[in-house]
């Protein structure tokens, strides 16, 4: 029996259908203040990339925050503080978000967005290399989430410091796991897809992890508008 593919009008219709999920789900489950909205304008203008998770993914961590009841939560990535602003909006009033972001140029701009959002008191920006920083922060330790989104080479190291700084119950989420696909190329294609690779191949065979990855659709450079990513989303246990 042969397979039919759909053609070129129903791939059309399908990306236009998914945008319009996409569309209602944000604006239902993650509608963005002026806070998020002016991160994005004080980005661009700064000449940061416009690489920041979407409003979802946003909403998603602030869930999974809450849900853990964070009080500590250390993200690896700042970029322009957007990502920062939905978790530090899930600490309590005493709760601390650290950020480490190898630019300093972006490091400014993040700490613009948290005090724009009103999170300045709950966040802190440490300027470095991660793998220089990871370290210093032993003796603040555990976190109850970490979020991974700095370059892709750096992600197995990540994920060996994540699990050092946690507790049992922490959290341990990555994104930008699955590159299009090319994670899952044998040998993957590039730096990028390696590092992706290697991290799932490390968090899948831990012991002390349970993970899970969902695949995320985002705007991209494709044909339909659209590229595929990741996200995957680990629990640390005994």
């Known amino acids: 029996m042969s397979l039919s593919l759909p053609g070129d009008e129903q791939l059309r219709k399908n990306a236009q259908m998914r945008a319009v999920i996409k569309r209602e789900l944000q604006t239902r489950f993650a509608p963005e203040d002026d806070a998020l909205r002016s991160s ?39 970029l322009a503080g957007y990502s920062g602003t939905w978790l530090a909006r899930a600490l309590p009033a005493d709760g601390k978000l ?9 490091a400014e701009v993040a700490r613009a967005t948290f005090a724009a959002a009103g999170v300045s008191e709950r966040t802190e920006v440490r300027v470095g290399s991660a793998l220089d920083l990871l370290p210093t922060l032993m003796p603040e330790a555990p976190f109850d989430l970490i979020f991974i989104d700095a370059d892709k080479k750096g992600y197995p190291q990540y994920l060996d410091w994540a699990v050092r700084l946690s507790r049992v119950g922490s959290l341990i989420v990555a994104d930008n796991v699955i590159r299009e696909g090319r994670a899952f190329q044998t040998p993957p294609p590039d730096e990028n897809a390696a590092g992706a690779a290697a991290y799932t191949a490390k968090l899948l065979e831990h012991p002390r992890l349970v993970s899970v990855a969902f695949p995320i659709v985002t705007d991209g450079l494709s044909e339909d508008g659209e ?3 990741g996200i995957a989303i680990s629990v640390v246990r005994d």
Not at 40 to 59: E, F, H, M, N, W
Not at 64 to 69: H, K, N, Q, S
């Open 40 to 78: 994005i304008t004080r980005a661009q203008a700064a000449g940061v990339p416009l690489i920041q998770i979407s409003p979802l993914q946003g909403k998603l961590l602030q869930v999974l925050a809450l849900t853990c009841g964070a009080r500590k939560i250390l993200e690896i990535g700042a």
């Open 227 to 229: 590229a595929m990513d």
């Open 98 to 106: 650290i950020s480490l972001e190898v630019s300093s140029k972006h």
